[in-house]
């Protein structure tokens, strides 16, 4: 079974472009979340999924030049962009990730790769975001090739191909779902980057990380967050964007 965990970035954020290039803790974006994943290479296929816009030519440059693996396709289809991607790969299992959630690390990812694969074949694709339970920013999806191949095939909303994923999860009676939840709901926690003050948000978390020699785990920043109101000051006053509905999903 191949399983693709694939990064989806682009330089064109509306709120904040290019972003994914911004240094963070003394690195690229971009770079910053691969290190952190890299190691997942030794069982997976690692990719960043970006697009054929000029815009991201340096984007497409910088993962060249740092033999990062990448693949460019449609840019506001992002469905087919995964679809595509995934054919050319014989990806089995994909993994979906964003070039914006620079916490994600691989022990937080490998952990829901092993609760897909256990729950398969009862599962078609599992997800943070299906119940929110997790910091926005801590964001993983998992599906099966087949549920994103029926997505591809039978979507024909460009705005819900655009976000990849809502004809999978809005239709339950086609897809077999699971919500991937946390023991405590720290989903008012804010830990991606959309704006000038996440990105100061995030350098600083880093910094303070490094000062008392904590390993970078999700749990350690979620940790250093509820213990300092300084730093959730940064961001935490952002409101969160509006998402694509969810109310049909009733959590396991």
Request: charge should be negative.
């Amino acid at each position: 079974m191949k399983i693709g965990i694939v990064i989806q970035a682009r330089m064109g954020s509306s709120r904040l472009p290019g972003k994914v290039l911004m240094d963070i803790g003394g690195q690229p974006l971009l770079s910053y979340i691969h290190s952190r994943l890299n190691h997942l290479n030794e069982r997976y296929s690692l990719i960043v999924a970006t697009t054929v816009n000029n815009k991201d030519d340096i984007l497409a440059d910088f993962c060249f030049g740092h033999k990062i693996k990448f693949w460019r396709g449609p840019e506001l289809d992002v469905l087919s962009r995964f679809f595509q991607l995934s054919t050319l790969e014989d990806f089995d299992i994909i993994v979906r990730l964003n070039a914006d959630c620079p916490f994600l690390d691989a022990e937080f990812v490998q952990n829901k790769i092993e609760i897909f694969l256990e729950k398969m074949p009862e599962i078609d694709y599992a997800s943070t975001i299906l119940k929110e339970t997790y910091p926005l920013g801590i964001h993983v999806e998992i599906m099966t090739m087949a549920a994103l191949t029926r997505a591809y095939n039978q979507c024909d909303n460009p705005e819900l191909r655009e976000h990849v994923t809502p004809f999978i999860y809005q239709n339950p009676s086609l897809f077999k779902l699971f919500g991937f939840q946390s023991a405590q709901n720290n989903s008012n926690l804010r830990l991606t980057i959309d704006y000038p003050e996440d990105a100061a948000f995030v350098t600083e978390v880093l910094r303070l990380l490094r000062e008392k020699q904590m390993d970078e785990t999700v749990d350690n920043i979620v940790n250093l967050l509820k213990n300092s109101n300084n730093l959730i000051a940064y961001n935490q006053h952002i409101k969160k964007p509006q998402k694509i509905e969810k109310t049909f999903y009733k959590a396991d």
